[in-house]
């Protein structure tokens, strides 16, 4: 397997990716920046979408905001949501198909064998390299 060199991060960005991945530890907001993906919306679409309350998806964003993950315009008395930094998709695949594999292997784990009847080896059983 290959590996890669370590990175020498210093304490100032070592806490950028705490905040960041603080930031993402909120199903809340990865459910309202997987909403936004597709384009901008108004506050009361991503309501609508999440089907939660106006404070709670405000609180939400605010913090999304904060983080440099999304931006916002106002037109008129709406405001607009979108996607500030797109590598956060990046991010999320990373971590789901690392996920993906994980649970394909403790389920490999936990597939059954047979067991080899004296003198007789199933098809299943060689294969499984029992």
């Known amino acids: 397997m290959k590996t890669t060199p370590q ?5 100032a960005m070592t806490e950028l990716i705490a905040q960041r991945f603080r930031l993402l530890g909120e199903p809340m907001r990865l ?4 909403v936004l993906e597709p384009g901008e919306l108004p506050v009361t679409e991503i309501v609508n979408a999440l089907q939660s ?4 998806i405000s609180r939400h964003l605010q913090a999304l905001l904060q983080g440099g ?3 916002r315009r106002r037109e008129g008395l709406n405001i607009f949501y979108s996607i500030a930094d797109p590598m956060v998709f990046k991010l999320c695949q990373l971590v789901c ?4 594999e994980q649970t394909r292997a403790r ?7 047979t067991i080899p009847q004296k003198g007789k080896l199933s ?3 060689i294969l499984a390299g029992t």
Not at 97 to 100: D, G
Not at 107 to 113: F, G, H, N, S
């Open 7 to 11: 990175l020498a991060l210093s304490s």
């Open 31 to 34: 459910r309202i920046l997987q």
């Open 53 to 56: 309350s106006q404070p709670n």
């Open 69 to 71: 993950l999304i931006s």
């Open 97 to 100: 198909s690392s996920a993906t």
């Open 107 to 113: 389920l490999a784990e936990l597939e059954p064998r």
């Open 123 to 125: 098809r299943r059983t």
